[in-house]
């Protein structure tokens, strides 16, 4: 299947750091494969994440992962940002080496941060060493340099949501953000091929019960719901970013045939296919 989503990295590029203005993205899922950081410079736009709309404006920070579902709604004539774009490989390491519990739940619930005189300054040194690292270092050293520079800019966000006063969390934290994670990382990969939660499940090596409480008390909704919203986000991008009719559509992401894409479809989003699209080329 041809990826319809928008990238910031090349097809032979593992990590990027540059700055954009994310207007050829608007509509489309935006295809971290890792993790991407936004430092917004100037202007504004709306961005979905989870579903969720934030305002960016200057001074934003956000950073979503390859869990998150991610595109923007609008987009200001004057809208710029600075990025960094890293491949999972860069970024595992890192990820799974922050020492708050409380870190994962800080980032998922307030995914886009308003920065400090004092932060605002920091971020941006921190950016143009990564972007000194990804454009004039050789190869041998740049992907340690990269890693290195990212898990030391995730350890000092740390250290911020730390200085709170969180309340304990309960049972194996680690575990239940790890498998949740994972569900993510599965969905993103095989929701276009399936979207049978005992699929997800075993593939987890639990039961479709258990799946369905980490989401409920994680996402707050099921793992179904999660599915469906990957699924219509994934024909969204199809719709908008492809001239695919609705049946080849339907093939690519295995639906039975055209007319169930469709019921399915509109069920979700009160909108027919051909209706979306038009009203997508208009915006």
Same mark, same amino acid.
């Not at 709309?53 to 920070?61: D, K, Q």
């Not at 639990?206 to 919203?229: E, H």
């Given at each position: 299947?041809?990826n319809?989503?928008y990238?910031?990295?090349n097809?032979?590029e593992?990590?990027?750091?540059?700055?954009?203005?994310?207007?050829?993205s608007?509509?489309?899922?935006?295809?971290?494969?890792?993790c991407?950081?936004?430092?917004?410079?100037?202007?504004y736009?709306v961005?979905?994440?989870?579903?969720?709309?934030?305002?960016?404006?200057?001074?934003c920070?956000?950073?979503?992962?390859y869990?998150?579902v991610?595109?923007?709604?609008k987009i200001?004539?004057?809208?710029?940002?600075?990025f960094?774009?890293?491949?999972?490989?860069?970024?595992?390491?890192?990820?799974?080496?922050v020492?708050?519990p409380?870190?994962?739940?800080s980032l998922?619930e307030?995914?886009?941060?308003?920065?400090?005189i004092q932060e605002?300054?920091?971020l941006n040194?921190?950016?143009?060493?990564?972007y000194?690292?990804?454009?004039?270092?050789?190869?041998?050293?740049?992907d340690?340099?990269l890693?290195i520079e990212?898990?030391?800019l995730?350890v000092?966000m740390?250290?911020?949501?730390s200085?709170?006063?969180?309340?304990p969390l309960?049972g194996d934290?680690?575990?239940?953000?790890?498998?949740v994670?994972?569900?993510f990382?599965?969905?993103?990969?095989?929701?276009v091929?399936?979207?049978?939660?005992?699929?997800?499940?075993?593939r987890?090596?639990i039961?479709t #019960? @258990? +799946?369905?409480?980490?989401? *409920?008390k994680?996402?707050?909704?099921?793992p179904? $719901?999660m599915?469906d919203r990957?699924?219509?986000?994934?024909?969204?991008?199809?719709?908008?970013?492809t001239?695919?009719?609705v049946?080849?559509?339907?093939?690519e992401?295995?639906?039975e045939?055209? #007319? @169930? +894409?469709c019921?399915?479809? *509109?069920?979700?989003?009160?909108?027919s296919p051909? $209706?979306?699209?038009?009203?997508?080329?208009v915006?």
């Amino acid at each position: 299947m041809v990826n319809a989503r928008y990238s910031l990295c090349n097809s032979n590029e593992l990590a990027t750091v540059g700055i954009t203005d994310l207007k050829k993205s608007r509509g489309n899922l935006i295809d971290t494969s890792g993790c991407i950081l936004l430092i917004v410079t100037s202007g504004y736009a709306v961005a979905s994440i989870n579903f969720q709309r934030y305002p960016l404006r200057r001074g934003c920070l956000t950073l979503f992962f390859y869990d998150e579902v991610f595109h923007m709604e609008k987009i200001s004539t004057s809208f710029s940002a600075r990025f960094v774009s890293l491949s999972y490989a860069h970024m595992e390491e890192a990820m799974l080496d922050v020492p708050s519990p409380h870190f994962w739940d800080s980032l998922y619930e307030h995914p886009v941060y308003r920065t400090t005189i004092q932060e605002w300054r920091l971020l941006n040194n921190w950016w143009e060493q990564m972007y000194w690292i990804d454009h004039e270092t050789e190869t041998i050293y740049r992907d340690a340099l990269l890693k290195i520079e990212f898990h030391a800019l995730l350890v000092a966000m740390d250290s911020k949501i730390s200085e709170r006063t969180l309340p304990p969390l309960l049972g194996d934290v680690n575990r239940q953000w790890r498998l949740v994670t994972d569900f993510f990382k599965l969905l993103n990969r095989y929701c276009v091929e399936t979207r049978d939660v005992r699929f997800y499940a075993d593939r987890l090596c639990i039961t479709t #019960s @258990y +799946l369905n409480k980490l989401c *409920r008390k994680v996402l707050q909704v099921s793992p179904k $719901d999660m599915i469906d919203r990957q699924t219509v986000s994934e024909i969204k991008a199809c719709l908008t970013n492809t001239d695919w009719s609705v049946k080849k559509i339907a093939e690519e992401l295995h639906f039975e045939d055209a #007319s @169930y +894409l469709c019921r399915y479809f *509109r069920r979700l989003t009160c909108m027919s296919p051909i $209706d979306y699209r038009n009203y997508a080329d208009v915006l």
